[in-house]
């Protein structure tokens, strides 16, 4: 499960990191879910220990927080442009959850099972 979890959700951030080159900042974004497809290919290998999912998982939920817009208009998946800086700023608070959520669930499929 691990495996195949692993390598879909690197496949689709690595495809995040490519509808990134046209964005307004591409020097963030580009990385941020490069990052995510890294650790994603290190869970596939079996490299990297539940801790460094963890701590990443940690780092996305900060940077969500921070970038959640302080009035939420929602995220308008019916259109594609920008109808407000509060509807982007959702919508990249919401790729920095989705980055959070699968940290965890990586940390929590990498973690060893206790010997007794």
């Known amino acids: 499960m691990r495996k195949t979890l692993s390598i879909i959700f690197g ?16 020097e963030v974004w580009i990385p941020i879910y490069g ?10 290998a079996g490299v990297g220990q539940w801790w460094f999912f963890g701590a990443m998982a940690l ?10 817009p302080s009035v939420f ?6 259109e594609m442009g920008m109808r407000s800086m509060n509807i982007e700023m959702a919508r990249e ?7 959070a959520a699968v940290m965890v ?12």
Not at 35 to 44: D, E, P, R
Not at 73 to 78: A, K, M, N, P
Not at 93 to 99: F, K, M, S
């Open 35 to 44: 990052f995510a497809a890294v650790a994603c290919f290190m869970a596939f």
């Open 11 to 26: 496949l689709l951030f690595v495809l995040f990191a490519a509808f990134q080159y046209n964005d307004p900042d591409p």
């Open 59 to 68: 780092l996305y939920v900060i940077a969500a927080w921070y970038q959640w």
């Open 73 to 78: 208009e929602g995220f308008l998946f019916s």
């Open 105 to 116: 669930m990586l940390a929590v499929l990498m973690r060893k099972p206790l010997r007794r």
């Open 93 to 99: 608070a919401g790729g920095l959850a989705i980055c």
